[in-house]
């Protein structure tokens, strides 16, 4: 028998200040009872003496009458009235409408059913296809998806309306179920009708006792200028519809770009191989080349190399933020006849022996090295 004189100081136990707010009390009180619950420390009697402890401290410092005579004539104040706890379960019926609706009352078996929660539907995804034109401009485009809509022949219960939702054999509409274990009371939600307190015993004929059915949907969505395929635009609500009341969920758009027969996308620069001849690339052009607006004419210098880049300004496609639009990278191929005429032959021919006579810088430089390295090698082999 504990006396009133070797009692601990009731904030003490608690771990407040005698000024704490009522919400402080419970917090810590909240933190104690989960630490030395029982169930949490089996066989241990040091944690069943703490838990009645603060138990004890919680249910006089909760109440402000019972708070106000403690504070002014400590524990003898409290006599004939104090708590007096001498099982668990007695701990459970006193802190009963304390924690009737909280999340710490569900584990100490004394919340309430509540019922099924809200649940958000789940999100569905479809795709788009755009050219780079579209790209460059933006566009409205069309998508189609499948998602699940509330039945309207049930109203979302999967019941037949003509029978409507039962009561729960197993929990008896309560929504939750209680099993004790020795001194110790767990509450769970039912697991026949999933809190709900009520379940379907005669199915939808529309749904099959889903709740719900499939739709096909179609959707404008709005595609902004620079768009890359990286990146997912979103139709709020316009997913699968939720359970219980939930919002429904929401649609991601994946977007591909199609491949474009004379441009390749580097970000928000263009690229085009653009062939030219021989003569273009020694004597120099002027050439129409393709823009996703039309065409546009480039001199090609004399003496252009393979490979090489000419860049116009602004012909590209706009960034998705600023709008400022990237370039057009024109590279230049040389083009080479696979099939010539005899006339083309004869020319070339002569061409070939002037140039045989006249090397390019590039060609004599080299000769003279490979001359070098023969008349080394001979050099060598001789020693």
Known sequence: MVTMSSKRDYYEILGVARTATREEITQAYRRLALKYHPDRNPGDEEAVRRFKEASEAFEVLSDPEKRARYDRYGHA????????FHDISDIFEAFRDIFQDSIFGDFFGMGRSRGPR???GQDVTCTVELSLEEVLHGAEKEVRFQRRRECQHCGGTGADPRVGLQTCDYCRGHGRV????GFLRVETTCPACHGQGRQVTTPCPECNGRGAVLEQ?????????GIDEDIQLR???????GTHGG???????????????LFQRHGNDLVCRLPISYPQAVLGAELEVPTLEGSQTVKIAPGTQPGQVIRLRRQGLPDLESGRRGDLLVEIALEVPRRVTGKQRELLKQLADLEDRHPGPQRKSFFDKLKEYFASSRSSAEE
């Not at 949907?217 to 200028?225: E, F, K, L, N, Q």
């Open 178 to 181: 209680v099993t004790t274990r």
């Open 118 to 120: 809200p649940t958000r």
């Open 217 to 225: 949907v179609t959707r404008t969505v709005s595609i902004p200028a």
């Open 247 to 261: 919002p429904s969920g929401h649609c991601y758009v994946q977007v591909r770009i199609k491949p474009h027969p």
């Open 235 to 241: 139709l709020a609500g316009q997913g699968h519809a």
């Open 77 to 84: 104040g409290l006599e004939g009235g104090a708590p007096q």
